[in-house]
């Protein structure tokens, strides 16, 4: 990463796409390449899916429990998304970003424009797009834990999810993973040196001049 010894607040990245654009892939491999990032684990009230870790995936949450976190006002966020409600627990992401990490979202549409709303400066938001048609209702098809109802209510929603594309700064066609990748990260590394994130950038100048 470049200007490594400058100090800088994290952003918030924001991933969003219908189901079967990729994103839990190019996700998992943007933490593996980039230790700056923590990712966001949501609560959900959704079933565990085979093998998902709790805590690790998702927190599980009874749909009581996450009503008494809503409640406890523990989301900077919520939604309810194909029928199961979602919530990021707002505790690690103010401490990530002042310690100068980035914090990954896997969030929908819906907690994207509530994050917009709360935190429009922290924000970096890209929706990524399958490459096309016949290729999303390829990659549903292949989901092997998902029964036919729940892919079909999937693809009926891509078109929905997919119509707000214009709600977000970047778009990436995720054709290749690799190249999807190098996309991610080239809008990561230049938002990290947008001016206003280089907290440390006055210091710095100082000791050059
Ligand atoms: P899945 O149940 O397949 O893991 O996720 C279903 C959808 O819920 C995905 O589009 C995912 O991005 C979204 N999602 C996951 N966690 C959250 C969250 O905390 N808030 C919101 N608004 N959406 C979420």
């Given at each position: 990463m470049s200007n490594e010894n400058i100090s800088r607040c994290g952003l918030m990245l924001?991933?969003?796409?219908?189901?079967?654009a990729g994103k839990t892939t190019l996700s998992r491999r943007l933490l593996e390449n980039d230790k700056s990032i923590s990712l966001s684990v949501s609560a959900t009230t959704r079933p565990m899916r085979p093998g998902e870790v709790h805590g690790k995936d998702y927190h599980f949450l009874g749909?009581?429990?996450?009503?008494?976190?809503?409640?406890?006002?523990?989301?900077?966020?919520h939604a309810t998304v194909f029928g199961?409600?979602?919530?990021?627990?707002?505790?690690?992401?103010?401490?990530?970003?002042?310690?100068?990490?980035?914090?990954?979202?896997?969030?929908?549409?819906?907690?994207?424009?509530?994050?917009?709303?709360?935190?429009r400066d922290d924000l970096v938001s890209i929706f990524i797009l399958p490459p096309s048609h016949g290729e999303l209702e390829r990659r549903l098809r292949n989901r092997a834990q998902d029964g036919d109802e729940i892919v079909a209510g999937r693809m009926a929603k891509a078109a929905d999810?997919?119509?707000?594309?214009?709600?977000?700064?970047?778009?990436?066609?995720?054709?290749?993973?690799?190249k999807a990748l190098a996309d991610i990260q080239a809008i990561l590394n230049a938002e990290r040196l947008r001016r206003s994130r280089q907290t440390g950038i006055s210091e710095f100048v100082g000791r050059l001049v």
């Open positions: 924001v991933l969003s796409s219908p189901s079967g749909a009581d429990e996450f009503g008494a976190w809503l409640a406890d006002g523990k989301f900077l966020e199961n409600r979602y919530g990021t627990p707002s505790h690690l992401v103010n401490d990530e970003l002042i310690r100068g990490r980035d914090v990954l979202f896997d969030i929908d549409w819906q907690g994207t424009q509530q994050l917009k709303e709360k935190k999810e997919i119509s707000h594309w214009p709600e977000y700064d970047y778009v990436v066609v995720n054709t290749d993973v690799e």
